[in-house]
């Protein structure tokens, strides 16, 4: 069983950055995937950034326009979520999660078969 934790979500001015982590344990870290989701009151969760296993390869929404990285430390089992000018629409739960392939950083939430447990994100203006 993989188990995903989300740390880093507190509230936060626009403008400032934040960098969200999640800790992956359960199997080969290395080995998969991992994305970016989040999820504001009353809207569907929406793809922010994916990276592969080795973390060559990633993704991004263009809805972003730059603003998020995301980057991943194999030996400490972590992906991380950079995120700079935050915006009040950034306010959400983001969670991330772990695809169901090493190369996969696809933005569909049917690629990505475990999740974490979410961490808040808020904005004020």
């Known amino acids: 069983q993989v188990h995903l934790v989300e740390s880093g979500g507190r509230w936060v001015q626009a403008g400032d950055s934040l960098r969200l982590s999640c800790g992956a344990s359960?199997?080969?870290?290395?080995?998969?995937?991992m994305g970016w989701f989040r999820q504001a009151p009353g809207k569907e969760r929406e793809f922010l950034a994916a990276i592969s296993g080795p973390g060559g390869r990633t993704a991004y929404a263009d809805s972003l326009k730059g603003r998020f990285t995301i980057s991943r430390d194999n030996a400490k089992n972590t992906v991380y979520l950079q995120m700079n000018s935050l915006k009040p629409e950034d306010t959400a739960v983001y969670y991330c999660a772990s695809n169901r392939r090493t190369y996969g950083v696809g933005s569909t939430m049917d690629e990505y078969n475990y999740w974490g447990q979410g961490t808040q994100v808020t904005v004020s203006s």
């Open positions: 359960g199997r080969t870290f290395s080995y998969y995937a």
